[in-house]
């Protein structure tokens, strides 16, 4: 789920400390929305898949909540319990880092190796267990990414942490969050950068091959058009 923000970028003169402040409070607001709720309906053998950029050695929880649709009331009520939901994750390297059975409600989590898009897919299990047929099932994601994923109540209690300490930490990760978010950034204008002058290379060599292409048919044309008027003693 890629979130695009509305802020108009303006570009300052590059080396001026304008410009490296402006990059860091647009992180900031990046990174203020890189929590995602939604909710979305699938059927029966349907499945759901996200996209979710995300930095290298970054922490991400999903949780999650299934409610069924009642003929009779015409509403959403919550799943059963033998209802599950299957959640599998791949690295922009097509590599499933996560592959997992759950119940109608639960909780995933998993840390990205590789900086990319991510792909989260959930489908259910009704198929096995006949549970919904022809039914619809509202699923209700929430998904955290970085330090938007701790739980900052339960670190202070399990750390005994005052306020004070709990709040250098969350800057900390915060900090530390921003950090990867810029390497992850430098990462992929690196990439953009080689993949634009493999293209100029390609438009290059492209260029040169019709030139080529075409001077070898007008000398061709050429030698036609001699032997042509001298089997016919024009010349």
């Not at 970028?9 to 990059?23: A, E, I, Q, S």
């Not at 097509?94 to 991510?118: C, M, N, W």
């Not at 209700?140 to 739980?151: C, M, P, Y």
Request: proline share 3%; hydrophobic share 40%.
């Amino acid at each position: 789920m890629a979130v695009e923000l509305g802020v108009l970028l303006v570009r300052p003169r590059p080396g001026t400390g304008l410009g490296r402040v402006m990059r860091t409070l647009l992180l900031v607001l990046w990174l203020a929305t890189r929590g995602s709720a939604l909710y979305f309906h699938i059927g029966e053998t349907e499945k759901k898949c996200f996209i979710e950029e995300i930095p290298d050695e970054t922490m991400v929880i999903g949780n999650y909540r299934t409610q069924l649709y009642d003929k009779q009331r015409e509403e959403y009520q919550p799943a059963t319990p033998g209802l599950g939901m299957f959640v599998e994750v791949k690295d922009p390297e097509d590599k499933v880092i996560l592959a997992r059975q759950y119940g109608s409600e639960g909780r995933f989590t998993f840390t990205s190796h590789t900086p990319g898009e991510h792909q989260i897919c959930l489908h259910s299990n009704s198929t096995k267990f006949s549970l919904f047929a022809g039914g619809m099932l509202r699923v209700h994601l929430d998904i955290q990414v970085g330090e938007h994923a701790n739980d900052y109540a339960e670190i202070a209690a399990k750390d005994k942490l005052s306020e004070l300490q709990l709040r250098v930490r969350q800057l900390v990760e915060q900090v530390e969050q921003i950090q990867k978010e810029q390497n992850y950034q430098r990462w992929r204008e690196e990439r953009f950068r080689q993949t634009s002058e493999s293209t100029n290379q390609r438009v290059l060599w492209w260029s040169i091959l019709q030139t080529l292409i075409l001077v070898a048919i007008g000398v061709w044309q050429m030698r036609h058009l001699k032997s042509f008027f001298e089997a016919k003693k024009l010349v």
